[in-house]
């Protein structure tokens, strides 16, 4: 017997990715569901060749569902996702509101899956930031190999990340400036076409933002509380795709050519470093794309035991949607949840 699947916030970009790959992956879902707020009562969204109707988020009986993908913001998240839990079904959540809840697992599958059992504590499991999702795929196979202790990381963060707003600004803005028109600023604190921008998410006290001090909690989360970890978020005119610049220090001697072997083996790593014109992975070819991409990798000669490497991938895919989604299958896949008996 199959599964149930509710999606919440269908309608927005990782809502609809998440239809996408659902399809893709031919996960076991029996029956879909696509919610999202009453204005978006009846819209119509596509999973495989079959279209979705939307339903509203405020009126569903959830006590047939057996996992809800949550995409729909951290309040919304908040507010439905433990009455949802509560009946039953499992809340992978992608927004930030459950992330350092001390009672909920934070995952990324290549990373920790095991951990992913804790989840019946509140019945919610939560999605890591997308910048967080692939470093942590990175980092994960040279920590085992020589133990990271330091790490800095600086990200060049597409605009999707900030949602179909961040994506529609990018391409009025550039229009604008094609055709002579005035530049408006509305999701973002500056001008984004043709610049860069040094804040993502609000500013905290100790003069970083939360997006970057997001990347620290979550990587000692994820992966071990004893790594130092310092973030520079910027936003870039990229339309899909973060890209990142990391520099790791080890407490052991790892070579540039022993990270290379041991990244082309690793889960969900995919290496391209041909030290040459172009022998790099940059954000255009990883969209639509599931792996996260190593290129540069480099001996750091300012520190002992320190490599450089650039990082990339698809922030909707496996920094969100495909993310949601391989946690959903570990659960079924370590018998961790079973379908629900359905009415007839």
Request: with cysteine; net charge neutral; charged share 25%.
């Amino acid at each position: 017997m199959g599964y149930k699947v509710a999606v919440v916030g269908a309608t927005g970009n990782v809502g609809r990715e998440m239809l996408a790959i659902l399809d893709e992956r031919k996960f076991p879902a029996d029956e879909v569901v696509a919610l999202a707020s009453r204005r978006s009562i009846g819209v119509e969204v596509s999973y495989g060749d079959k279209t979705l109707k939307c339903k509203a988020l405020e009126h569903y009986d959830f006590s047939d569902i057996d996992i809800c993908l949550m995409s729909a913001g951290g309040s919304v998240s908040k507010e439905w996702s433990p009455k949802i839990g509560a009946q039953g079904a499992v809340v992978i959540d992608n927004s930030s509101a459950w992330r350092m809840d001390p009672d909920v697992p934070l995952i990324v599958p290549e990373v920790n899956a095991a951990a992913a059992a804790g989840f019946t504590k509140k019945n919610i499991i939560a999605n890591p930031n997308c910048s967080t999702a692939q470093l942590v795929v990175a980092l994960k196979p040279l920590h085992d190999a020589a133990k990271i202790t330091r790490v800095v990381v600086s990200t060049y963060q597409s605009v999707s990340g900030a949602g179909k707003e961040g994506m529609d600004e990018l391409f009025s803005q550039t229009k604008a400036v094609y055709t002579n028109s005035e530049l408006v600023n509305k999701k973002f604190p500056k001008r984004i076409a043709f610049n860069v921008i040094p804040e993502i998410d609000v500013f905290m006290e100790d003069g970083y933002t939360k997006e970057e001090w997001k990347m620290m909690v979550e990587t000692k989360k994820i992966l071990d509380p004893a790594i130092k970890l310092s973030a520079t978020c910027v936003r870039v005119p990229v339309f899909v795709g973060h890209s990142e610049a990391v520099n790791i220090e080890f407490e052991n001697p790892i070579s540039a050519d022993e990270a290379r072997n041991i990244l082309r083996s690793a889960p969900g790593c995919l290496v391209i470093d041909k030290q040459e014109p172009g022998g790099y992975v940059t954000p255009y070819e990883a969209a639509g794309e599931d792996a996260t991409y190593i290129s540069r990798i480099r001996t750091d000669p300012t520190v002992d035991n320190g490599l450089v490497l650039w990082c990339v991938s698809d922030n909707l895919r496996k920094g969100a949607a495909l993310n949601a989604i391989q946690i959903a299958e570990v659960l079924i896949n370590r018998k961790l949840i079973t379908a629900k008996q359905k009415a007839a």
